[in-house]
Each structure stands twice: as structure tokens, then as C-alpha cells.
């Protein structure tokens, strides 16, 4: 068990390193071998060129949409950015941070009776990582919310 002291100093960021870090190396060979493909074919006319390059620009753009997930925990709260979108929480507005077994990533349970996906730790590569950013990001949660007064968790 960790010592439940020991909070990471913020701002912070939790995103899943390797992951990305293959997401973006396909992204970029799978562009240029479709680019390569385009330029070294024959009898390709100019629109058949430009559609391999269009579909290796998009498949790109896809995994770098994958690869952008990530989760910040600032003073005044939390920002969680996901494959289509991001949003900005207050931590008083974080109930609890799941990461259970089975899970592909945790999960923030929120004020408003929701639960909110943060794909910026995800244990698929590097559970160990993800199980202590998951434990960082509860502390972080717990911590910031007990300092705030009328922050009743029920």
C-alpha cells in the first residue's frame, strides 16, 4: 500500500504513455507507406494519388484522436479530455474515482449522479502505472474535497 501522504505536486498529468507512444508511431508509418504507395505506383492519375494520401491524413487523424486522452489535475479542479471531447470539473465535483478490476479505464462518479469515463489512465499496456495514477488521482480527489467546507460526500 502507498503511503496516503504523499500527494504528486500539481498541476499534474496522467496520460497513458505507451499507448500513445504507438498510436502515433502507426499513425505515422501507416501515413507514409500509404503516401509512399501513392508517389511510387504507376498509371495512378493525380485524384487516385491524392485518395491515398487523404485516407493515410485520416487514419492519422484518428489515432492521433486516440492518442490524445488525457487526464489534469490543477488546483481547482480536474480536466479530462477524451477521444471526443473535454471537460473541466471542479473537484468538489468528483464523488469517488473507480478503477476496478475489468475496467478499461477508470471512472469519476460525479455530484450530479453520473459517471464520467477518463481514458487517461487506462490499465491496457501498463497496469501497474494506471493502478497508481488511478490511486494519485483518488488521493488528489479525496484530499481536495475534504478541504472544502459543505463537501459531504453522503
Known sequence: MSDPTALPTLPVTFRPGHTRAILLTAAAAIF????????????????ERMSFVVTGALIFWVLARLARVRVVADESGVTVVNIAGKRRLDWAEILQVNLRPGDPWVFLNLSDGTSLPALGIQPGIARKRAIADARALRALAEARSAVRPGADQG
Open 32 to 47: 507514409l507507406t500509404l503516401s509512399g504507395v501513392a508517389l511510387l505506383l504507376d498509371g495512378l492519375g493525380p485524384g
